[in-house]
């Protein structure tokens, strides 16, 4: 069993740091940089692709809704046209900055409001899609498993992996559960580790209303702005690693949507 382990990173802004990013590179495969408009800036992105490209991490665009004061996690209204233009728009800052330390991008995963909007909004979804797609075929595709998001990213041809998140809880329905609800959070290691393993060993997770859901995991995701990330990302990897998963990036996997 193989999984990779990604994070949201770089989202520093200015004098104003954000996360534990260079601690957390230790335990994670992959990393997605903020691009600017959600989080981060232009010597944010540069930091988090240098710490990434010594550690070994892949690197993939995060953009978002231009949304500094909500982090990206207000829905905005946007046309599936301005959704593709600041898609493009991001990915190619962050391809800029990464092909001037000789890195290319591995994936893209958009951010907060404009992931699940995506993940259930066809026309949002396809417009993200098509900007990958003209930026570069061979990027992966995050999203949610079954999710439009991922339907979106094959009919565009694109590599599509299915992303899981271990400190997140979901709704019956496999969505992600609200921020603002009690318990969408979940802050307990162990808790968190043994929901990692499961979605990878047994294929499911325990929904917040109790139900099971099944799923299938390319990639579990952890957060770099929650307290104590990076003692939580490496009890996932140690969890993980303890009942036989190896934790590596996607580069050599095949992809699939669910």
């Given at each position: 069993?193989?999984?990779?382990?990604?994070?949201?990173?770089?989202?520093?802004?200015?004098?104003?740091?954000?996360?534990?990013?260079?601690?957390?590179?230790?335990?994670?495969?992959?990393?997605?940089?903020?691009?600017?408009?959600?989080?981060?800036?232009?010597?944010?992105?540069?930091?988090?692709?240098t710490l990434a490209r010594a550690a070994g991490v892949a690197i993939g665009a995060h953009p978002g809704f231009p949304d500094l004061v909500g982090f990206g996690r207000r829905e905005l209204k946007a046309t599936p046209q301005e959704v593709e233009d600041l898609v493009l728009y991001q990915v190619a800052a962050l391809a800029g900055i990464a092909g001037a330390?000789?890195?290319?991008?591995?994936?893209?995963?958009?951010?907060?409001?404009?992931?699940?909007?995506?993940?259930?909004?066809?026309?949002?979804?396809?417009?993200?899609?098509?900007?990958?797609?003209?930026?570069d075929r061979t990027l992966i595709l995050f999203g949610l498993p079954a999710s439009e998001l991922l339907a979106?990213?094959?009919?565009?041809?694109?590599?599509?992996?299915?992303?899981?998140f271990a400190d997140r809880a979901y709704e019956a329905d496999g969505s992600l559960a609200g921020r603002a609800k009690p318990g969408s959070v979940i802050h307990d290691p162990a808790a968190v580790v043994a929901r990692a393993v499961g979605m990878v060993r047994d294929h499911q997770v325990v929904a917040i209303d109790g139900s099971v859901i099944a799923l299938d995991a390319d990639t579990i995701c952890l957060h770099g702005d929650t307290s104590g990330a990076a003692d939580l990302a490496?009890?996932?990897?140690?969890?993980?690693?303890s009942a036989g998963i190896r934790v590596g990036s996607l580069d050599s996997r095949e992809f699939h949507a669910d």
């Open positions: 069993m193989r999984i990779d382990l990604n994070c949201d990173l770089g989202e520093s802004f200015g004098p104003w740091p954000m996360g534990q990013d260079a601690a957390l590179m230790a335990s994670i495969s992959s990393a997605n940089v903020a691009c600017g408009f959600h989080a981060g800036d232009p010597g944010a992105m540069r930091t988090t692709v330390q000789g890195v290319r991008l591995q994936h893209v995963k958009p951010h907060g409001a404009l992931y699940n909007m995506a993940c259930r909004d066809r026309s949002l979804a396809d417009a993200i899609a098509r900007a990958v797609a003209a930026f979106a990213g094959v009919a565009a041809g694109l590599p599509v992996a299915s992303e899981v490496r009890a996932v990897r140690a969890g993980l690693e």
